[in-house]
């Protein structure tokens, strides 16, 4: 089946610094791939789609300038979170859409900014 | 509220026990995705469901579609303590373009 990349798994970073995670597709090409940032306890929440070659879309409520979108190639994406602060800690996930397999997820990104 | 309502939220049950969590909507989706995450994972796939009235079976669990593609069902039975973790049903509806949307997951605890 579809297989996605999310790494690094686990990071900590100290607050005002900025972190990159990264979101591959191994083994098809995703024209789009989707962000999802999860609370303790929680379910899913979208954040952003991002699109190959275009700028991403974001949901209500998510800072486009905060959380930075590059979707460059047809297997990668990245987020970056900018000046993070303890209040962005939080568990983020992506997932790519692949049209035989739907949906897939990546492992999920654990940030912790002290 | 949400586009999916999921319940119950928490389920904590023995081993051997029977349980059916629910994902209701008012809205119509072309298809419905069922995940079961474990802590710290990204959500895993269980069943994808098409068709109003589908039944689809994967070893002890049982997931409907409603007949209007609205609300979706999953039954486990003789629960086991590997049953435990989030259980996640998400929605695609073509009006928006697809994306899932999901509900608000239910934590399954067996206790053996």
């Known amino acids: 089946g579809a297989v996605v990349s999310q790494h690094p798994s686990r990071v900590i970073c100290k607050s005002g610094t900025s972190v990159k995670i990264e979101c591959r597709s191994l083994d098809f090409q995703a024209t789009t791939m989707f962000w999802y940032r999860q609370f303790p306890k929680q379910s899913l929440m979208l954040m952003a789609t991002s699109n190959e070659g275009s700028k991403a879309t974001y949901e209500q409520g998510v800072e486009k300038d905060k959380f930075l979108i590059n979707h460059a190639s047809l297997t990668l994406s990245t987020l970056t979170v900018t000046s993070a602060h303890p209040e962005d800690s939080s568990f983020y996930i992506c997932?790519?859409?692949?049209?035989?397999?739907?949906?897939?997820f990546g492992s999920g990104t654990r940030l912790t900014v002290v | 509220t949400q586009l999916l309502e999921q319940s119950p939220q928490f389920l904590s049950i023995q081993e051997g026990e029977n349980l059916t969590v629910y994902c209701n909507s008012s809205s119509v989706f072309s298809s419905l995705q069922w995940y079961r995450q474990e802590p710290g994972e990204g959500p895993v796939l269980l069943v994808t469901?098409?068709?109003?009235?589908e039944v689809k079976k994967l070893k002890r669990l049982t997931f409907q579609f409603g007949d209007a593609r609205k609300d979706s069902s999953l039954h486990i039975t003789a629960a086991q303590p590997g049953d435990t973790g989030l259980y996640l049903c998400a929605g695609a509806r073509r009006n928006a373009g697809n994306m899932l949307t999901f509900g608000g997951g239910t934590r399954l605890m067996v206790k053996p």
């Open positions: 997932s790519a859409r692949d049209l035989l397999y739907g949906y897939t």
């Open positions: 469901v098409v068709t109003g009235g």
